[in-house]
């Protein structure tokens, strides 16, 4: 435990010291690429800065936007309509009763900038260590891995990163990862399971860890997995189920979470979805649920 | 060895009375999933059993019959499927 928290705040550290050399480098790189380019934009931004400074109107134009810009940023963030035209109001008001002088006018927009910026690094250092202290967790949870914990780490973003045209975010896909790290699935089925997550969760908006469950529980008990028949043929199968069904995505996956434990029983993955399917067509009472899947699992 | 062999053979180790069109269509309506999953459970009874071909013959019939119900299938098709 000792060992993960030191961990975590070395990574926190880690990030700050990363992201100052990545944007000092951008720097360099930029200045060293094109110089005159960048002396250009320097100049310019101290014209352009000079010009507003002195122009009322210009001021008003910016300032005005900048309350706008930041009442909308309130309203996506508390989705409360009072609160952002509270906002907007209030911002407004002081905007137009106040008498601005270029030197108002700049250091407003300074500490205006630099807080923006500020939050903005802190907000990426803070995403970017839980990102990997979940990933850390997932290392932890791997069993018997011959890969030594850094390399599964990388390992482990390198499945989160391949995954491309995603609706889930960065932390969605590490916890998910995290999950089937917890569920035992192995580092080569956990690519096609997290497509599978991006997938359903992309169709029926059901929680994506619930999502991540069904998919481990899926993977971890189709011993019909092989060479010839690859996940992505059983997903679509499921999937094809879940559409032609009667019911909504969210009672398919309740239904699945009832008797999920008979598939882990008979590791039938495809007899167990097919009557899953015909379970929704037979108008049998859901007290009855057990026996008919008992019925039509059992075979020997 | 020809279709209509193979048909035959089917049906005698099932005592299926399906024809070979019948057989043949349900060959080509099952998806591979179900090919693969019903000859892993067909495989998992047969080894299960472990019985000499004149003991187990009977209940070859009656395993091929039990796992090819369950999947909706032909029983002469499954073991074709299971051949395979």
Redesign the interface.
Known sequence: MKRAIKLKDKKILDSVHNSWKALVSLLKTLYKGMPLLMLTFTLLMIFAAEKIGSNTTFQLGMLTADIFLSAIAVYFKSKNYGEAVLALSAGLLTVYTVTWTPAFFISFILVWVMFTIIVFLTTSIRLSSTIQSIYMEAVFAIEQSQLSDKECEKHLQAIANDLKDCIIGPIEKAETIRLFAYRKISLSEMKIGLKWVNIFFSLTRIPYLDLADFVAVVIKNA??L?K??TGD??FE?IYSGMKNSPVTPQEYIAIFQRTRHLLMKNK????YF?TLNTYFDSGISPDSIEMFFEQ?LH?? | MTVEQQCEIARLMTGCKSSNDEILKNISCMSDLVKEEASLVVNRLLLRDNLPFDRAFPLVKYDFDKVAQKYKINSAALFWVYME
């Open positions: 011993s019909v092989n010839r028949i043929m059983l199968h039938n993955v495809v007899l097919d039509a075979i020997d």
